[in-house]
Nanobody
Framework: QVQLVESGGGLVQAGGSLRLSCAAS????????VGWFRQAPWKEREFVAA????????YYTDSVKGRFTISRDNTKNTVYLQMNSLNPVDTAVYYC?????????????????WGQGTQVTVSS
């Protein structure tokens, strides 16, 4: 069983940065792949980034490449999403999710565990 808690969201001006954290409980978390998703009002949940258990395989959706960086610290059971050059279209609730492999990384239905989400609002 894995429990995930996101933090680090908030209100930021366009061009600013935020770092989201996904803290996990459970001794086996270090073996899990983790994805970040986001959901804006009236839209479907959207894949943002994913990282395998070792941190050596990483995927991003095209719209965040070069601006967002996903990383993990397995000694702290935490995965991070550094978000730079934020713009209003990045406004959403951001969720982290975990599963045992990185296959189908962009499909939210393939993830077993989810956090409660953290709100990110980017003002223009």
């Amino acid at each position: 069983q894995v429990q995930l808690v996101e933090s680090g969201g908030g209100l930021v001006q366009a061009g600013g940065s935020l770092r989201l954290s996904c803290a996990a409980s459970g001794r086996t978390f270090r073996w899990y792949a983790v994805g970040w998703f986001r959901q804006a009002p009236w839209k479907e949940r959207e894949f943002v980034a994913a990282i395998d258990w070792s941190g050596s395989i990483i995927y991003y959706t095209d719209s965040v490449k070069g601006r967002f960086t996903i990383s993990r610290d397995n000694t702290k059971n935490t995965v991070y999403l550094q978000m730079n050059s934020l713009n209003p279209v990045d406004t959403a609730v951001y969720y982290c999710a975990a599963k045992t492999s990185l296959s189908h990384a962009s499909d939210p239905a393939k993830y077993d565990y989810w956090g409660q989400g953290t709100q990110v609002t980017v003002s223009s």
